[in-house]
């Protein structure tokens, strides 16, 4: 299961949870690239990943004090506010698509106009490419799944514990997020040959 | 041998390395003996490779360290416009609706002013204390938050402010909300609840919204001035934040800071009166969220003018009070990198002088006599006094596991602070003689604890 081993992480969400204004700014700093990258990875866009990691840190000291240690693991909570964002952010860009009536099937991957982002830079390798395009169109429940599995690297166990779901749940969500990839990525599985 | 049939949630877990291993057992014994199966491991392992490979990328990403674009923030509060409309709208057909059905006229809800008395409903039979009264309080009165229903979510109104007291009633439930703060003269408590400013009497028995039609920063304690007549706190109003300043007995609001006139995008913070009660110091920062925005100590009157920049060092640092004569003004900053410490200036922000080197809570107290004062270590968790003439430092307890924000009494007698255990399920507030002797908790809880101060 998660936990926090880490003393000094611990000290700063007590005090944090006080009220202590330089304790909050020393928590964000410590998580801004796991609640960044969390984001990513579940939006698969860096604008509205942005987006969602200010929403985390503008709303993290008002937040910080819903967290109770006795309930789990400071990261296991953070990881939940991270996930809750992304959920805002992603129906918020759903709905403005609907608003403006772009109702043509986007992935939401990158959509932004203009000069590429760093993620559309980093991701040239096609292969890649096509995996990100495929998550983007997982349910966001299968990718949140995908996500704490396959990149955070979280036990079955663990990853139940920040969704706040039976573990049975995250197995059957991870075995359809694998059959809906396996189907949306066919033809890469087609061509390769089964030993 | 014949295939059996394996559930693909057990091949799944199986790759995944998520069973026990006589399920693994059965599985490898399985798999040597089935192509079938073997292939079906392969192709889930395939598949795993390649999501690992393709998020790895996310590594190399730069952080951002800026807010949204304004452009892009322009742009959400067009999308939360048009949303916010049409959510109008259909409340409004809905209202139309329900009151043609029922033909009845809803009352107007009053809005809070400050001269709205609130009766506080009597506290319910079933209501028991989320925390533990270990030993009554030596002297005075001390108030603290925790929280009333931990199963619940939301803000600051599952938190329950308490009064503990020294008398036969050794606590009192007071009002439900955050952030407070007992005035000096020991007879209000300022709070923050639903983006309100809050006063309640010490007896609980009325509270009263002083905080008009702004939103209150929920972040930010409120300041009470020496003589109990003001409380300086943070408050979005007309699209702007500022410090503000409320009588109490008047109702007065006064605006202190004119953000906008400082600095696009500048914003004041955590307010703390000067004893005479006639300057304020606070933090004063451009985007104060942004991870590499540094953070000054300024210093304003009590009217707002004479805006002033105490320090200006590319760190964070905030003010955390002002000495009992007020000729210095005790400050934090991370000026040394990651760890934070105590320093000291004179008032116009010369003679700066280290108080603490290691790492600090950013709280700190002075004794009434205003020779040392007394803070937490981070680092090891217990509470030191430092004498700011001898520049000494000594801690006066040990073996606590962590404690943080220590505060002196009024008289001098003792310091309270609060502590936690190492899993944070636990927390106390603790009582000591500045020599260390009687170390005491008083309050014990499992249900989280905001301990403040004035």
Redesign the interface.
Known sequence: MLTDNDSQAMHLVQVAQDGDYAAIIKLYQRYNLLVFRTAVLLLGDHAHAEEAAQDVFEQFAQRVRTYQPARGAFTAWLYQVTINMCRGVYRRTRLRAWLSLDRVLRSGFDISDGAPSPLQQLLRDEAHRQVWEAIQRLPFKLRAVVVLRYYHNFSYAETAQVLRCPIGAVRSRLLAAHDRLRNDLDEVYNVLPTD | MSYQRID??IV??YV?N?LDAVQRAEINAQLAAIPEL??EV???Q???C??????E????????H???TRT?RRD?TR?LW??GMIGVVVSMLIVATFITAQSITTPMLATQSFSTLVPLPPPSAKQTRPFTVTKPLPTGQLVFAT?RD?AA????G??GIYLLTSNTTPTRHLANG??PVLSPNNQLVAYVRAGQLWVVDTAGDEERSVSDDGIVD??I?PAWSADSRWIAFKMGRGGQTDIYRVNIDSGQLVRLTNSAAVAEDWTA??PVWSPDGRQLAM?GSTNP?E?EENWDVYVMQGDGSELTRLTEHPA?E?PIAWSPDGTRLLF?S?RDG?S?NVYLMQTDGSQMMQVTHG?Y???ASWSPDGTQITLAS??D?QIYIANIERHTIKPITTGLP?S??PIWSDDGQYIFF?A?A????L?WIYRVRPDGQQLAPLITT???????QR
């Open positions: 693909d949630d799944l877990a995944d998520q073997h292939a392969a192709t889930v395939r598949l795993q390649r999501l690992r490979a393709a998020f990328v996310v590594d190399y990403l730069p952080v951002p800026r807010r949204p892009a959400r999308r048009l949303a929280l931990p979510d939301g803000g600051c599952r938190f955050c952030n929920g972040r304690f913070f955590t933090i969220w991870p964070r905030g934090w991370d990651e934070t790492v809570d950013s709280r981070i680092e968790g962590h943080y924000n609060g936690f190492d899993n944070g399920h927390a499992t249900n989280g604890l905001q301990w403040t």
